[in-house]
């Protein structure tokens, strides 16, 4: 088997693995790895292992081998990181040839998606973390199966693999052998199953990497300044982790900016981009760290987190989306406002307010002839007005505010990697159903809503999230999903996280509310939560009466 060496090459990409079927590729898996591409077939060619990289983390080549091990891998280890290891993946892959894949994925801490093929033993193994934040697809094609980050709707009936195992595919006998967690999940994994000729479940179990729920109510044993203290200490190291990891590596790479114009300057020449008219020559912030922004809490914490941790020279991107009525939008409002709280809580750190505009044609043009491939398999009009939403919000391409009051040119982001702040709103009682069932059926019916939204929060939001915001060649990051900060705020009472006899804007997430006074952030502080979808005001562009659930025929279409 022939390996490329010496090409520079890191951890966020696509891949993809074929057995028994043609290799597949499509134009969605380049451009979640714009910088680099490469294909090998093992096992006689019945296996077909290809990456696609984006230059993030450092330098190991993908597809790698070593000792009878092949890998492809979309990730971030973040468990004892060693400065010895100039990727992610090399480290991945000597822990899989010293520990096997099981305890390789139980030391994981960080956002993953794998599949190895283990020489010796014949076999494949793959898996998404417990959380599934980054995609891994699957179909049956010809008489085998293949494992993809993107799925294409003209190759097969694609599902996501479900993060509530690992899975190994013993190639001799043909067979499904999965390993599930010691919990209860309130995921659905036959579809799944149903691929495969009996499947076994193993008697050997996972570990949950998250503590169990506290459903305690009061708070007895800590004041309430400590938890505030540690849980900011937490959320703080979570942030920091990943942004210096990246501002690091980036810079290795004098080439990065360039790339990145280059890649963002050519689609202004399609027609469908609605900047195609105009000079494309276009400026780029600059930026080598983002933020998908609605003015909310949850952002606007993670950016002046992000202001703490990396150096005073860099500017951070924060990107806001609006459809229709664009300043009128609850979001962009509440944006402007937010920023006034980071700029006087920050001072010298360069804030970028991306605005990105979106009209009702571009809406329908690009949904029609991109988006809904990225959101495939997911086909709910909730799934749509989110993920047309994240897609031209991580697109980056809109006015620039600079400096209070004073709108700039038309700009895109150079951002590589893109911060969100989802997590919170499960974490914390943030959505109103948490405050409904606590009206209706108190403490008991909020703790089982609670337990529902961490436990399923793979199988709803974060593969779908991570297809749509990969395609622009960003990485994707939540650190509110970070495995030592939900079990930490999974250990607290939940008297300390929401207070939902207090009105609405204060007793959800009252915690996170009290945080973001002790650092200033007093707009944003009181600010209700308002879901994308609303906020941005893309649920009613198109002016239909419909509801979350329904399945939605313009993805289908």
């Not at 139980?106 to 093929?117: L, T, W």
């Not at 179990?205 to 203290?229: A, C, G, Q, R, Y």
Request: with cysteine; glycine share 8%.
């Amino acid at each position: 088997v022939s390996i490329l060496l010496n090409v520079p090459l890191s951890d966020m990409c696509g891949i993809s693995c074929s057995y028994k079927s043609a290799g597949y590729c499509n134009k969605r898996l380049l451009q979640r790895g714009p910088d680099f591409q490469s294909s090998i077939k093992i096992c006689e060619g019945e296996i077909s292992l290809s990456a696609f990289i984006l230059n993030v983390q450092g330098n190991c080549p993908q597809p790698c081998y070593k000792e009878g091990v092949y890998l492809i891998y979309n990730g971030q280890y973040l468990s004892n990181f060693h400065d010895s290891h100039e990727s992610d993946t090399q480290l991945v892959l000597d822990k899989l040839v010293n520990d096997g894949p099981i305890q390789t994925m139980s030391n994981f801490k960080g956002p993953h998606a794998i599949v190895a093929y283990f020489e010796k033993e014949n076999e494949i193994w793959f898996w998404r973390d417990y959380f599934g934040r980054r995609s891994l697809l699957i179909t049956k094609h010809c008489q085998g199966f293949v494992l993809s980050s993107v799925g294409d709707l003209s190759f097969g009936q694609w599902i996501e693999v479900p993060s509530q195992a690992i899975y190994c595919f013993k190639v001799n006998e043909g067979k499904l052998v999965y390993y599930q967690y010691n919990q209860a999940m309130f995921v659905d994994n036959s579809k799944f199953l149903e691929l495969f000729e009996n499947p076994e479940s193993s008697s050997r179990f996972l570990k949950v990497p998250i503590s169990d729920l506290n459903k305690t109510v009061e708070l007895k044993e800590f004041p309430i300044e400590s938890i505030i203290t540690k849980f900011l200490a937490l959320l703080s190291s979570s942030v920091s982790i990943r942004a210096k990891c990246c501002l690091q590596k980036l810079q290795i790479s004098p080439s990065l900016l360039k790339m990145i114009e280059e890649r963002h300057c050519h689609c202004t020449s399609d027609n469908t981009c609605p900047f195609h008219n105009l000079d494309t020559d276009l400026q780029g912030t600059g930026s080598l760290i983002g933020v998908l922004y609605s003015g909310g809490i949850d952002c606007t914490l993670i950016a002046y987190l992000l202001h703490q941790c990396i150096p005073p020279e860099e500017s951070i991107d924060l990107l806001t989306v609006a459809f229709g009525h664009y300043e009128t939008t609850p979001d962009r409002i509440s944006a402007k406002a937010s920023l006034a709280d980071l700029r006087r809580s920050c001072p010298g750190r360069k804030f970028n307010l991306v605005m990105v505009d979106v009209s009702l044609v571009e809406l329908q043009v690009l949904r029609e002839r991109h988006i809904r491939d990225l959101v495939y398999p997911h086909n709910t009009v909730l799934d749509d007005s989110i993920g047309c939403a994240l897609w031209f919000a991580a697109r980056g391409i809109g006015i620039v505010e600079t400096v209070e009051g004073s709108e700039g040119s038309l700009t895109y982001s150079t951002a590589r990697v893109v911060f969100s702040g989802l997590g919170a709103d499960e974490l914390l009682g943030g959505y109103s159903r948490h405050r409904g069932a606590w009206e209706n059926t108190g403490m008991p019916g909020l703790t089982e809503e609670l337990e529902r939204d961490i436990n399923r929060i793979s199988e709803r939001n974060l593969g779908r999230d991570n297809r749509v915001v990969g395609d622009h060649g960003r990485d994707y990051f939540t650190p509110y999903l970070d495995t030592d900060f939900v079990s930490y705020v999974n250990s607290l009472p939940l008297s300390c996280k929401m207070k939902f006899e207090l009105p609405r804007g204060h007793g959800e997430k009252w915690i996170l509310r009290r945080v973001a006074e002790e650092v200033g952030l007093t707009s944003s502080s009181v600010l209700p939560k308002r879901a994308i979808q609303f906020g941005s005001k893309i649920a009613k562009l198109e002016g239909r009466k419909e509801k979350g659930k329904d399945v939605c025929k313009r993805l289908l279409s």
